[in-house]
């Protein structure tokens, strides 16, 4: 057992996670999108879209109102960024690429995915020959991605084009109408990055780093949620990450910090302790919440997607969106758009306190996505919802 090095208290480990994540302090405008990438490490996709799509959400929160067209064109243009599976299926930025190369390698160890294919390598052939000749390609411009059925029921050449993702020999850089589009990693790739030549142990400390780095402080479960490692992954590295040992004020768990955040943290002044904070609603794919233990113990808040469970038996919304205020969790939001109209489906505020940053919040996101009014259709708590829509007007 390592001895801690430090001690952190509730409210500074969750300064130290807001800090790292890009929610507290003032945002690097300059940096933009791409640097909200780099810092978080990976953002992740998901085919749901009320506000916009998680993706671009990522960088709203830290950003402000940032066009939806260049958080797109960051993602997807040049050879910035990649996608692949890391805490589901990511944007990564390329530097990254090296890093999964223990990942490819177990894919390629394991000889398969899901799917199989009656002449894999006739299939994955026939693939290559087509983005070697024809450039990037959507899996429909292959030949087609589904045989008709249910959603999973891949065609040949899809199963092979994500066989090839996984191994590596195939890169997603941008998507097309929300179609991954294919090209090879040898064209794709920058050639100094293109190289699988970290061993598994690099792969995972410099990943178990990164993470580190990303969340501020973290248990070895957090560590491991961040790029869906093992904690046993993390227990063979942890020691060599350069993070440090912490024990955190009713954590009840061993934790690593960053030294950077530690720094941050320790020579902040109490009018920088209390900082510049984000008022803004967060995708619940977001990396600040989206391990929903890690955000219990950090913001005793208990958030669940509701996306998949029937709507009778929904508590607080289909896509309900928690609001970031003062650096605390103090409530959700089920929105949608009707023309130029913002609906907050349900919503709920923990007290009047929280009232106004709701609005604050509902307001931009309005303007962010081309709305001009907002309605709340739902709020159980009358004062609350009295305040509120007064707050609206």
């Not at 560590?223 to 024990?247: F, M, N, S």
């Amino acid at each position: 057992m390592t001895t801690a090095a430090y001690s952190l208290s509730a409210d500074e480990a969750r300064r130290i996670a807001l800090r790292a994540q890009g929610l507290l302090g003032a945002p690097d405008r300059r940096a933009g999108v791409r640097g909200v990438l780099r810092r978080l490490g990976a953002v992740q996709l998901d085919t749901i879209s009320v506000l916009a799509r998680s993706h671009e959400l990522v960088p709203y929160a830290r950003l402000g109102a940032v066009g939806r067209d260049a958080v797109e064109a960051a993602y997807w243009s040049g050879d910035g960024a990649f996608e692949y599976w890391s805490h589901a299926a990511c944007v990564l930025p390329i530097e990254e690429w090296p890093h999964f190369a223990f990942r490819r390698r177990a894919n390629r160890a394991k000889g398969h995915r899901w799917h199989r294919l009656e002449d894999s390598e006739r299939s994955c052939a026939t693939v290559r020959d087509r983005l070697k000749t024809d450039g990037p390609l959507t899996a429909t411009e292959l030949g087609g991605a589904k045989n008709g059925g249910e959603w999973y029921d891949w065609s040949e050449t899809k199963i092979a084009v994500e066989w090839l993702l996984d191994t590596g020999e195939v890169v997603c850089t941008r998507r097309r109408g929300w179609k991954r589009v294919y090209d090879l990693a040898e064209r794709a790739i920058p050639g100094e990055l293109l190289h699988d030549d970290l061993d598994d142990r690099e792969c995972l400390r410099r990943l178990v780093s990164q993470a580190g780095a990303a969340m501020g402080v973290a248990t070895r479960a957090d560590l491991a949620d961040y790029h869906r490692l093992k904690g046993e992954q993390v227990d063979a590295v942890v020691a060599d990450t350069g993070l440090v040992p912490v024990e955190v004020e009713g954590w009840g768990r061993p934790a690593w910090a960053d030294p950077a955040a530690l720094e941050a943290e320790s020579s902040a002044s109490p009018a920088g302790r209390r900082g510049r904070h984000r008022t803004t609603l967060l995708s619940p794919f977001d990396s600040l919440i989206w391990d929903r233990r890690r955000t219990e113990r950090i913001f005793g808040f208990t958030h669940r997607l509701e996306a998949y469970v029937p709507r009778a038996k929904r508590i607080h919304g289909y896509f309900a969106m928690p609001l970031l205020s003062g650096g605390r969790l103090l409530g959700r939001v089920d929105p949608a758009r009707e023309g130029r109209t913002l609906v907050a489906r349900q919503v709920s505020v923990a007290g009047r306190e929280a009232v106004e940053p709701m609005a604050r919040a509902l307001r931009e996101a309005a303007g962010w996505v081309g709305c001009d009014a907002v309605r709340v259709e739902r709020c159980d708590d009358r004062e609350s919802a009295a305040a509120l829509a007064a707050a609206l007007v």
